[in-house]
């Protein structure tokens, strides 16, 4: 019997980078809106393998720390930054989104991508309460999430679940607004639209046409090909309605 791998973990093994469901879109959006400079002090919460903090610490020069629960996810992250040559400005460690090992106002921008939905009920409120301590007056709350328009959707949610075999729990575009106001954010503002995690076009934007060329061929290895069709049929097919979300909330 195949081993039931998560499924962020099986597509990063399959050589993908990105591993968020609106790509570099949504994770663009979210830059745009951060206010990064070089005098920020910036959390990423489930930092994975430190792609986005690469990019941000390369583009503004800013400090960032990183923190993830899983320690293959944070040897992998140390490695890439000691590629790039930012051990000065990236540090991570292993750490849990609700109680975060930080001291009250210690950041001006938190960035967390992908996450949330992987949070149940209440755990959701308790991160991003978190998240609004450790955050500064005025700082930035950074979300990229897996969200859906569509009434009705329940069925298609435990698909999800099964199929990247994580119980997961997405929110309606409203919703997740909501979340944020009523956990004490202001000046919540959100873009939302089709995920592109695994589609085609999506993952050439994301990870480049050879990138593609050589997640495809993994994909399609025998010993992979199994839950990579799965994951592809239902995210270009049975799960087409789900969405991404980006929020930027202001404490």
């Not at 106002?105 to 450790?134: C, H, P, W």
Request: net charge positive.
């Amino acid at each position: 019997m195949a081993k039931k791998e998560v499924g962020h973990n099986f597509l990063a093994k399959l050589g993908k980078k990105r591993l968020r469901p609106g790509g570099i879109t949504a994770t663009n959006w979210l830059i745009e809106h951060g206010r990064f400079s070089k005098e920020s002090q910036v959390l990423e919460v489930a930092c994975n393998m430190c792609t986005t903090s690469i990019e941000l610490a390369q583009t503004y020069g800013c400090h960032i720390t990183g923190v993830d629960m899983d320690s293959k996810a944070l040897d992998k992250a140390r490695r890439n930054i000691t590629e790039a040559g930012l051990e000065d400005l990236i540090q991570v460690q292993q750490g849990n989104a609700m109680k975060l090992p930080f001291p009250d106002n210690s950041f001006d921008i938190v960035i967390n991508e992908a996450m949330l939905t992987m949070l149940r009920g209440e755990a959701k409120s308790k991160a991003i309460q978190e998240y609004l301590r450790v955050l500064k007056p005025g700082g930035r709350l950074l979300t990229h999430d897996v969200s859906y328009e569509a009434e009705h959707m329940e069925e298609k949610l435990s698909q999800l679940s099964q199929t990247i075999h994580v119980n997961v729990e997405p929110l309606h575009v409203d919703k997740w607004q909501e979340l944020f106001r009523t956990n004490g954010f202001s000046k919540v503002t959100a873009q939302y639209g089709k995920m592109t995690l695994m589609s085609t076009r999506g993952m050439i934007k994301d990870e480049g046409l050879w990138g593609t060329c050589k997640i495809l061929y993994n994909g399609f290895k025998r010993e992979n090909r199994q839950q990579f069709t799965k994951m592809y049929t239902f995210f270009n097919k049975t799960g087409k309605d789900l969405r991404y979300i980006a929020v930027c909330s202001v404490k």
